[in-house]
């Protein structure tokens, strides 16, 4: 039995939380020209860096700076009706209706009971389509892997000029989705863990494909639940760009989101977690502190650069609500008279502990001694380049690295020039690592929502780096040996992974980092660096290929989030992930 969803885009309704940034109004070539102008003329050292490199043939690096000149945004993901034509693979199983073909049952969301005979149900939802051969695939992906309970795919965005916006979604992340519906309404279920969940008949038919997963997640655990990194359906925006045609109405539509996540959550025995929702749609979770906060050790190092140190600690003691805390400064030699006159002052009135670390600059090293002598059950590193905006920027941190199982938590940080500096670490770009959202505006949501919904990444940047003191030392800290400075919070993350605990990146936290302002690079500093790039492959060469919180569709050698691989969607896994 197979009950397809009504055809055609629907009424018009708000956008879906998870999608704003593709209805976000991006800068007219006139206008980001004219500031290219402005930022050229007052770079010239850039400039001429990007014409050398465009000259002489290297055009990803002139790619790389122009972007980090003129910043980024979701404009190059727009596909043209021909490039959508030409690199469409050919459908598995053909054009077959899905409701023709064996096994299948398709089910509209928002169709009522959703029982039936075959062994594999698809949901859909008004708006929205299976593409030829998806139905085929799901078939093929859960005959694979036998513990599969819940596949979900890629999906299309099909403006009315016949313009696509791919929306490439990550491995199944449950903080994430019980932020903001990252995965959409088509979903392909098997029927017997449905049959697991005992009675579904009061299952609310908007976000309903949210709900099953919870629960199937609930009773076979996460690794239940894949992605199929493919295009598997398509909806179509309605003639206002800005509305998106099966996103569900207001206030009714967001309460009943709010009480499947509230469901999930007395569920697994999590009723002291409190649910705030955002005028954006997304939700917040607030994750219950001890009945007595506990004292957070703020581990800053620094060499001087009192006009970086400075504003960074007066932002830690007058910006910072969070009343349990010390702060330690590493000294790693600072040399200049004003310097010691104000660590004098600072232990004087007993606002920090001076740490002296001298020799060359080793951040592992420092923050691990710092670390051994810190009082706090929660280690808070911070570069001597961050200042803190907003009092709660901690308390949200430290709700987070307080569960059991979240080891490393890091904030949203702004450069200098108002964009995003860090978005959580991702794993491959360039062969190596990047930030997330690199360059692109502050206030930009994020491509589905990245920016503003709490959610699982690789690793996150010391820069500002939370994470409880015992599970730090379980894992013997930074790795010094082999990362004296650069990739150690990689690695640091990477390692309380592998200990079985997750890596969160929390927008809600925002500082701002002026990043490397302290740094100097020399001919041993380069070498250095090497070093350490080779150790990094050497140590996590295989996660480097591939991070499963970023879709490999994406271009790796421009940013993140930008631009889409050329032999898209070619390239990408067959396998759910």
């Given at each position: 039995?197979?009950?397809a969803?009504?055809p055609?885009?629907g009424?018009?309704a708000?956008?879906?939380?998870?999608?704003?940034?593709?209805?976000?109004?991006?800068?007219?070539a006139p206008r980001?020209?004219a500031?290219?102008?402005?930022l050229?003329a007052g770079?010239p050292r850039?400039?001429?860096?990007i014409?050398r490199?465009r000259?002489?043939?290297?055009?990803?690096?002139?790619?790389q700076?122009?972007?980090?000149v003129l910043?980024?945004?979701?404009r190059?993901?727009?596909?043209?009706?021909?490039?959508?034509v030409?690199l469409?693979p050919?459908?598995r199983?053909g054009?077959?209706?899905?409701?023709?073909?064996?096994?299948?049952?398709l089910?509209?969301?928002?169709?009522g009971?959703?029982?039936?005979?075959?062994?594999l149900?698809?949901l859909?939802?008004p708006?929205?389509?299976?593409?030829?051969?998806?139905?085929?695939?799901?078939?093929?992906?859960?005959?694979?892997d036998p513990a599969r309970q819940?596949?979900?795919g890629?999906?299309?965005?099909i403006?009315?000029?016949?313009?696509a916006?791919p929306?490439l979604?990550p491995?199944f992340?449950?903080?994430?989705l019980?932020?903001?519906?990252y995965i959409?309404?088509v979903?392909?279920?098997?029927?017997s863990g449905?049959?697991?969940?005992?009675?579904?008949?009061?299952?609310?038919?908007?976000h309903?494909?949210?709900?099953?997963?919870?629960?199937l997640?609930?009773r076979?655990?996460a690794?239940a639940?894949?992605?199929?990194?493919?295009?598997v359906?398509?909806?179509i925006?309605?003639p206002?760009?800005?509305?998106?045609?099966?996103?569900p109405?207001g206030?009714?539509?967001?309460?009943?989101?709010?009480a499947i996540?509230?469901s999930a959550?007395?569920?697994?025995g999590?009723?002291?977690?409190?649910?705030?929702?955002?005028?954006?749609?997304?939700?917040?979770l607030r994750?219950?502190?001890?009945?007595?906060?506990?004292?957070v050790s703020?581990i800053?190092p620094?060499?001087d650069?009192?006009?970086?140190?400075?504003?960074?600690?007066?932002?830690l003691l007058?910006?910072?609500?969070?009343?349990?805390?010390?702060?330690l400064?590493?000294?790693?030699?600072?040399?200049e008279p004003a310097?010691?006159?104000?660590?004098r002052?600072?232990?004087?009135?007993?606002?920090?502990r001076?740490?002296?670390?001298?020799?060359?600059?080793?951040?592992?090293a420092?923050?691990?001694?710092?670390?051994?002598?810190?009082?706090?059950?929660v280690?808070?590193?911070?570069?001597?380049?961050v200042?803190?905006?907003q009092?709660d920027?901690?308390?949200?941190?430290?709700r987070?690295?307080?569960?059991?199982?979240?080891?490393a938590?890091?904030?949203?940080?702004?450069?200098g020039?108002?964009?995003?500096?860090?978005?959580g670490?991702?794993?491959g770009?360039?062969?190596?690592?990047?930030h997330?959202?690199?360059?692109?505006?502050e206030?930009?949501?994020?491509?589905?929502?990245?920016?503003s919904?709490t959610?699982?990444v690789?690793?996150?940047?010391?820069?500002?780096?939370?994470?409880?003191?015992?599970?730090?030392?379980a894992?013997g800290?930074?790795?010094?040996q082999a990362?004296a400075v650069d990739?150690n919070d990689?690695?640091l993350c990477?390692r309380?992974n592998a200990?079985?605990?997750?890596?969160l990146?929390?927008?809600?936290a925002?500082?701002?980092?002026f990043?490397?302002?302290?740094?100097?690079w020399t001919p041993?500093?380069?070498?250095?660096?090497?070093?350490?790039v080779?150790?990094l492959?050497?140590?996590?060469g295989?996660?480097?290929a591939?991070?499963?919180?970023y879709?490999?569709?994406f271009?790796p050698?421009?940013?993140?989030?930008?631009?889409l691989?050329?032999d898209?969607?070619?390239?990408?896994?067959?396998?759910?992930?």
């Open positions: 039995m197979s009950e969803c009504p055609g885009p009424p018009s708000e956008v879906e939380p998870a999608l704003r940034f593709a209805s976000s109004p991006a800068v007219t980001r020209w500031g290219a102008i402005r050229f770079a850039e400039t001429a860096a014409l490199a000259l002489t043939g290297r055009r990803v690096r002139a790619a700076r122009l972007a980090a910043g980024l945004d979701h190059g993901l727009w596909c043209s009706s021909s490039r959508l030409r469409m050919a459908p199983g054009d077959v209706d899905p409701a023709q073909i064996p096994g299948v049952d089910r509209c969301a928002s169709a009971a959703i029982d039936g005979p075959a062994p149900v698809i859909t939802a708006g929205h389509g299976l593409l030829p051969g998806a139905a085929a695939q799901f078939q093929a992906a859960f005959a694979d819940a596949i979900y890629d999906a299309l965005l403006r009315p000029d016949g313009a916006m929306l979604r491995a992340d449950r903080d994430y019980m932020g903001v519906d959409g309404p979903v392909a279920l098997r029927r449905l049959a697991a969940l005992g009675d579904i008949a009061e299952v609310p038919a908007h309903r494909a949210t709900d099953l997963i919870l629960r997640a609930d076979f655990g690794g639940i894949g992605h199929l990194p493919r295009p359906s398509q909806s925006l309605a206002d760009p800005t509305l998106h045609a099966a996103a109405r206030e009714g539509a967001r309460s009943a989101r709010h996540i509230r959550l007395d569920r697994a999590m009723g002291g977690v409190a649910i705030e929702a955002g005028h954006d749609g997304i939700l917040t994750h219950p502190l001890p009945a007595e906060p506990p004292l703020l800053v620094t060499r650069r009192l006009d970086l140190l400075r504003p960074c600690i007066d932002s007058e910006r910072t609500d969070w009343q349990p805390r010390e702060i400064i590493c000294d790693n030699g600072s040399a310097t010691h006159r104000y660590f002052d600072l232990a004087e009135r007993g606002l920090a001076i740490v002296p670390c001298d020799g060359p600059f080793d951040f592992a420092m923050n691990n001694a710092a670390a051994r002598l810190a009082r706090g059950r280690l808070a590193f911070i570069n001597n380049d200042s803190t905006r009092p920027w901690l308390e949200r941190l430290v987070e690295a307080l569960r059991p199982d979240v080891g938590v890091g904030a949203k940080l702004v450069d020039q108002g964009r995003i500096q860090h978005g670490v991702l794993l770009p360039g062969g190596l690592v990047t997330a959202h690199r360059h692109f505006p206030a930009a949501p994020g491509y589905l929502a990245a920016l919904a959610r699982a690789s690793a996150v940047t010391a820069a500002c780096l939370v994470v409880e003191a015992a599970k730090f030392a894992v800290g930074f790795d010094g990362f990739f990689v690695d990477l309380l200990a079985g605990y997750r890596t990146f929390v927008p809600g925002v500082l701002d980092h990043e490397a302002a302290s740094r100097r041993e500093a380069l070498a250095r660096h090497q070093r350490e080779a150790a492959k050497r140590q996590w295989p996660l480097l591939q991070d499963p919180h879709h490999p569709g271009d050698d421009l940013g993140s989030y930008a631009r691989r050329l898209w969607p070619g390239a990408c896994p067959v396998s759910p992930r």
